[in-house]
Nanobody, 121 residues
Framework: QVQLVESGGGSVESGGSLTLSCRVS????????MAWFRQAPGKEREGVAG???????TYADSVKGRFTISQDNAKNTLYLQMNGLKAEDTAMYYC???????????????WGQGTQVTVSS
């Protein structure tokens, strides 16, 4: 069983930055495909950024150039660096993982509990 715990959310002003972290339990991190998703009230969950087991990344068009996904295998941790935040980035952010590379489709098997990001304009 894989457990994911997100942290780093908070409230920032438009244009600000936040870094989200996702700690993965167990000694299996290096074999997983991982991604960040977000869900705003009344909207569907959407993929934000993903990273495969070889370090290749993919991003939603809405965050390209502003968000960066990365991983630290030694720390079993996934990160999402968010710069130039906008009000429309306000959402609950979730970390997801699986042994299959789902890109930004919400088909991942394992999910964290989420961390809230609020951006005020």
């Amino acid at each position: 069983q894989v457990q994911l715990v997100e942290s780093g959310g908070g409230s920032v002003e438009s244009g600000g930055s936040l870094t989200l972290s996702c700690r993965v339990s167990g000694n299996i991190y290096s074999g997983l495909y991982m991604a960040w998703f977000r869900q705003a009230p009344g909207k569907e969950r959407e993929g934000v950024a993903g990273i495969d087991r070889f370090g290749s990344t993919t991003y939603a068009d809405s965050v390209k150039g502003r968000f960066t996904i990365s991983q630290d295998n030694a720390k079993n941790t996934l990160y999402l660096q968010m710069n130039g935040l906008k009000a429309e980035d306000t959402a609950m952010y979730y970390c997801a993982a699986d042994w299959i590379w789902w890109l930004l489709r919400a088909e991942y098997k394992y999910w964290g509990q989420g961390t809230q990001v609020t951006v005020s304009s």
